[in-house]
């Protein structure tokens, strides 16, 4: 009836009630008892010298105990009326101490099914299990906790299950390994990882602040010039440290969220496990597959090395933080390897990428050199208010950066049509690629705003049904010419219907293939 | 030359058509008989014709009621009060702390005045403009919408993606006699797929269209 841990793997686990892991009262008793702990240090320190002094202490320590009790007691009521059970085509959940809920899950619904294990729960060998579904804004299934070898036990079962209820045998899968990150890579993500972004964001903050703070201490820097010029060469040095520190230190954390992934692919369904102190494991089913992301920065592109994402249409996180249901396929790889692993899941095939016309380079000249117009007005007013150590139009050097940035800008913009697929592909600090299998295409809209109407290009925006385009990360192929702008969302449409009938074709046929090879049996 | 008969393999040409003539429709209120003839074409199966939708109704621009612009200048025109209302306020407040603007509560109204007419005009021009954007038009398997002034979009929303579809009034809508339509699709912009300005009558045939051929084609193309 419990989950009792290793012998439970002989047992049974289908058409069974079970409850979760013993050792998880205790783990979420303490759990909620120190967040109580901590409430209680802040606010109920002074409360409770006013309740000692209004009912003396011998029933103030009684309160305490009523308080501990209700906490252990709702713990082991919780864990009483918890009861989940996996059918052959459903997951169900009987819960609530006070408001009962049930509820019942059809497997084939289920996106991704998650393990996490933080430190202390590994220790304790208990998991965190998550089923996700497209619908909810959360998990829609939250076991805390199974023992590990139920949680593992859950997850193949799971889409074991599914599987077979999309038809074929339920032969137990073979898993090859697909993906396994080295040493090397794991310390270039550490490297790579730094978001570069933020460096040109720092350093503008710097170049703003530093010199108005400067000028706050005018009248000492006068006094100690000989410092002062000390201080102007040092502290940008230090900055600078002080950046690729935090970098660094950013970098060092993800690789060890990262630490032995490993990717392993059966015919329909993706596996990955991950982390060093913080244990991770998930699955993404193949039909699940909304768009894959092929990511790069700057760094990353310099050294031939990409990442590959994959989107699903969970809505919740999946522990990697809130980044929705945008699982992490390669977290690091050459670039080729990265390729060959996209084409494997999704056969994009060869593709050229068709790069926007050129005029729209001069957009970008024209929008980063207001940028720096701009700016420039800024600091020329800052000026006039506290005064400057150097000259406001100074700023107007960075316009010798606008056409090379802008040269950038188009260059790692494009689009490129497949068979199966359409791509886009935007960034230059973070050059993204997204491929978009036609039949996941949600809507398509194409938008013009007034500067794109005035050099006669288009945005083509696709949606997909992807928990990663709620944030706007939809694939778009930007700045294209108006026509094919046009032509592009029609395009896509059409592509859209023709192969959803090719898939309901091929679903047609395959539904046919097993009977014949029943009717000679039988 | 009309944005009607298009089909998908000269798409572009039939763009530069329409950039050309901003809006061709039909008609201002075209009546729509109610579908379910039943007579199909020999081309290849659309969802439109499987769905036993006529053809008149399929591919002929629609645009909005025309009162769409009174609700817009109504909305905007309460906005415009607002904002002109607090900017006479901060110009009161300014003016009363600090010698940047002369005090005295002549300068705050005729601020805030100046404000709401500039606001207000911008306002009506922009509900004028968007009015004459609007144009939306069912299609044999997707819907398309076209609105926009500054920023022009074109939505295509193909049938076997719509989930479901309401219809709205909210009361400056049920004031005037409008409705609006909205097309939900599981994609994130799902909620964007909006035509406002319809009648009620209009909304719902078009609904219970939009439904029909949702339904058909999720039986032609289901996965």
């Known amino acids: ?169 339920a032969e137990p899968e073979t898993f090859e390994t697909l993906f396994e990150i080295s040493d090397r890579e794991l310390g270039l993500l550490a490297v790579v990882s730094t978001d570069l972004r933020i460096i040109p964001a720092l350093f503008l903050g710097a170049s703003v602040f530093a010199p108005s703070a400067a000028a706050m201490f005018d009248a000492e820097m006068l006094l100690y010039g000989y410092q002062s010029v000390v201080g102007a060469i040092v502290g940008p040095l230090v900055t600078l440290a002080g950046i690729v520190l935090i970098g660094l230190l950013y970098g060092a954390l993800n690789a060890t969220l990262y630490y032995g992934f490993t990717l392993r692919g059966a015919a329909d369904e993706l596996r990955y496990e991950r982390g060093l102190l913080q244990k991770y494991s998930g699955t993404i089913p193949l039909s699940k597959i909304q768009s894959l992301t092929v990511e790069e920065n700057v760094l990353a592109r310099w050294l031939g090395y990409a990442s590959l994402e994959i989107e699903t249409a969970g809505q919740s996180g999946s522990g990697a933080g809130s980044q929705g249901s945008t699982q992490s396929a390669i977290p690091i790889a050459t670039r080729g390897r990265v390729l060959e692993l996209t084409n494997s899941i999704e ?70 049509v497949g068979e199966n697929h359409v791509l886009t592909r935007n960034g230059f600090w973070v050059r993204q690629t997204k491929i978009v299998p036609y039949y996941r295409v949600q809507t398509v809209a194409s938008s013009a705003t007034v500067f794109q109407r005035r050099r006669r290009l288009g945005t083509v925006t696709i949606d997909t049904a992807g928990a990663r385009s709620l944030v706007g990360n939809d694939a778009e192929a930007v700045d294209v010419d108006e026509g094919t702008a046009a032509r592009l969302r029609e395009a896509v449409t059409a592509s859209l219907y023709t192969a959803l009938r090719r898939r309901r074709e091929e679903d047609r046929r395959d539904r046919r293939r097993p009977n014949d090879e029943h009717a000679p049996g039988g | 030359m009309t944005v009607s008969d298009r089909n998908d393999d000269n798409v572009a040409d039939d763009e530069q058509s329409t950039a050309g003539t901003p809006s061709t429709p039909t008609d201002g209120d075209p009546e729509e008989t109610a579908p379910g003839d039943g007579e199909t074409t020999d081309e290849p199966p659309s969802v439109a014709a499987a769905a036993g939708i006529d053809d008149d109704v399929l591919d002929s621009p629609r645009e909005l009621a025309s009162t769409v612009r009174l609700q817009w200048i109504l909305r905007s025109t309460v906005g415009a009060a607002v904002f002109g209302a607090i900017v006479a306020g901060i110009t009161l407040v300014a003016g009363g702390a ?95 797929v909006t035509i406002p300005g319809l009648t009620p009558e209009r909304a719902s045939t078009l609904q219970t269209r939009l439904e029909r051929l949702a339904i058909e084609s999720e039986e032609a193309d289901a996965v």
Do not use: C
Not at chain 1, 92 to 119: H, T
Not at chain 1, 394 to 410: F, I, Q, T
């Open chain 1, 347 to 416: 056969a994009v095939g060869d593709v050229t990428f068709e790069r926007p016309p050129k005029r729209a380079r001069q957009r970008y000249v024209v929008r980063y050199a207001a940028v720096v117009l701009v700016l420039t007005g800024l600091l020329w007013g800052v000026d006039a208010v506290v005064g400057l150590p150097f000259a406001p139009w100074l700023a107007l050097g960075a316009l010798v950066l606008v056409p090379p940035a802008a040269h950038l800008k188009w260059r790692n913009r494009g689009y490129a």
């Open chain 1, 1 to 169: 009836m419990t989950d009792g841990g290793d012998q439970a793997e002989a047992e049974r686990l289908i058409d069974r009630a079970f409850r979760l892991h013993p050792l998880s009262i205790p783990y979420r008793v303490l759990e909620q008892g120190l967040g109580l702990a901590f409430v209680l240090l802040v606010v109920g320190a002074p409360a409770f010298g006013v309740v000692q002094g209004t009912l003396g202490s011998t029933p103030t320590a009684a309160l305490g105990v009523v308080i501990v009790l209700g906490v252990v007691g709702y713990g082991v009521a919780y864990y009483r009326r918890f009861e989940y059970e996996l059918t052959a085509d459903t997951f169900d959940i009987r819960s609530g101490v006070f408001a009962r809920r049930d509820r019942e899950i059809p497997l084939r619904r289920i996106q991704n099914v998650d393990i996490s294990q933080n430190v202390v729960q590994r220790a304790l060998g208990i998991a965190e299990v998550r089923l996700e579904t497209a619908g909810g804004s959360t998990s829609e299934a939250h076991l805390k906790f199974v023992s590990v070898a139920r949680a593992n036990r859950l997850q193949r079962e799971i889409s074991r299950l599914s599987r077979a209820s999309d038809e074929q045998s």
């Open chain 2, 98 to 192: 600090t010698d940047v603007v002369p005090a005295g509560r002549s300068t705050a109204v005729t601020a805030g005045v100046g404000v709401f007419l500039l606001a207000a005009v911008y306002g009506v021009l922009k509900a004028v403009l968007l009015y004459r954007s609007w144009e939306y038009v069912v299609r044999e398997d997707s819907l398309y919408l076209r609105r926009g002034v500054f920023t022009r979009v074109r939505t295509v929303v193909p049938y076997v993606r719509v989930q479901h579809i309401d219809t709205t009034r909210s009361p400056l809508e049920r004031l005037l006699g409008l409705s609006t339509l909205v097309v939900y699709t599981a994609g994130s912009r799902g909620a964007d």
